[in-house]
């Protein structure tokens, strides 16, 4: 199973581009890279999902490079409201070998004003 | 709006006691997790349903039994609660059957289980 590996915490200042990168050396050709975010005392929310190159919506972009082996969330202009914890995820869903689907430790953002 | 409720947002129980954590989600989803979270380590999967009365261990199960009984409600049981169970437990569910990505993960506020 692929684990991930993010850094604990970062620290910011609002108005700057953040970039949180998660490692992941053992992700296998059908797994999906996802990212969430969790306030402090509710659950995850979907940010993200990629499986190479570049994706990007309404709130984030996620660089994968060619040989996947890590991604990059991207937050642009962050505000002090995404103080909060990023989890990086890979898997490859249900299947016949069950759900593969690990989280990390998770990385604390601290937006500072 | 998509909602998925757990029934109790904080619980205080004793050593020994059965606990029953319950979870429904009004989304039609075929897919239930219960999670615990606990500080440093994140999220962990203990058990999860892919459909009615069907149930797969996650990476922790021992201490812990699960029951689906209908599509919209999945219960997470600590048959004999013990100090090493306080922790956040938190219940999910997603759309799809085998699929080749992890689709959106929808999560309920979680429930912080305290037991002494």
């Known amino acids: 199973l692929a684990k991930t590996t993010q850094p604990i915490s970062m620290d910011s200042y609002e108005g700057q581009e953040v970039n949180i990168t998660c490692s992941h050396n053992?992700?296998?050709?059908?797994?999906?890279i996802t990212w969430y975010q969790q306030f402090p005392s509710q659950g995850p929310r979907f940010i993200i999902q990629?499986?190479?190159t570049k994706v990007t919506n309404e709130v984030a972009s996620l660089f994968i490079p060619a040989d996947r082996k890590s991604s990059t969330l991207s937050l642009p202009r962050v505000s002090l409201s995404d103080t909060a914890v990023y989890y990086c995820?890979?898997?490859?869903?249900?299947?016949?070998?069950?759900?593969?689907?690990?989280f990390g430790a998770g990385t604390r953002l601290f937006v500072k004003a | 709006d998509v909602k998925v409720t757990q029934s109790s947002r904080y619980l205080v129980k004793r050593t020994g006691e059965k606990v029953f954590l319950e979870c429904v989600q009004d989304?039609?989803?075929?897919?239930m997790f219960w999670y615990r979270q606990d500080p440093g380590l994140g999220l962990r999967l203990i058990y999860f349903?892919?459909?009615?009365?069907?149930?797969e261990k996650g990476d922790i199960p021992e201490g812990y039994s699960v029951s689906r009984e209908k599509k919209e409600r999945f219960s997470l049981i600590l048959e004999s609660a013990s100090t090493n169970q306080t922790s956040m437990y938190l219940c999910?569910?997603?759309?799809?059957?085998?699929?080749?990505?992890?689709?959106?993960?929808?999560f309920g506020e979680g429930s912080r289980l305290t037991v002494l």
């Open positions: 990629g499986y190479k």
């Open positions: 995820l890979v898997g490859d869903g249900i299947g016949n070998g069950g759900f593969k689907t690990i």
């Open positions: 349903s892919y459909d009615v009365k069907m149930k």
């Open positions: 999910a569910s997603t759309s799809g059957t085998a699929t080749a990505n992890t689709g959106e993960l929808f």
């Open positions: 053992n992700i296998a050709t059908n797994d999906y």
């Open positions: 989304m039609d989803h075929e897919n």
